[in-house]
């Protein structure tokens, strides 16, 4: 018995996401973490899935792929081992966005993910768009794949901490420099290495 026109009409609205009024209302929660002993904490986790309208489970296999480690979903936060910075965080969840979220034709978030033939695609119900995902990791520089305890290096000082300590980021890595400026260049010797984090010492 083939379908009613009312029935099909039912499907084809079950299968077509709730549309934002306007792209430019579109904004991602700021990610909220803190490190709590030997684990970081993204307590506003739920908020950010729920805004970006993914599933929770895809978005931490996400994360944890991205930085590295182990985790799990704690209610409305996730919890990672390790201690990671909350630049980090911002970084890899507006990755997510760019690639599972936001349509590449009409820049709507308005959109969902389908598989089609084991191929997951990015369908935009605004416009009727779709591309293939290709995921791009966050962590862009080879180098930073290959770090090492007691790797000696020349690196650029980017920014400083809170602390006042200079700060480089390399791929998924922030290191932290003591003693050093923005733009100034020196020779470090890592010393140690945990999770995302890089300690460092000059080296002569």
Sequence with gaps: MTDSYDDLLKKAYSH????TESSERFVVPEARAYIEGKTTILE??????DKVRRDKD????????????????????AIFNGKFEISLFKMIIKSYVEDYVICSECGKPDT?????????????DACGGH?????????????????????VMDVEIQSLSKRGDGVVKMGRYIMYVANAKPGQSVKIR????SGSIVFTERAE
């Design 58 to 77: 895809h978005l931490m296999k996400y994360i944890l792929g991205e930085l590295g480690t182990s985790g799990k979903i704690d209610g409305t936060r």
């Design 16 to 19: 077509i996401s709730e549309k």
């Design 131 to 151: 591309r293939p995902v290709r995921k791009r990791k966050v962590r862009t520089e080879a180098a930073s794949e290959n770090l090492e305890e007691g790797q």
């Design 190 to 193: 890592i010393s140690r290495i």
């Design 44 to 49: 506003n986790f739920a908020e950010i899935a």
């Design 112 to 124: 969902r993910l389908v598989k089609d033939d084991r191929v997951l695609l990015l369908r935009c």
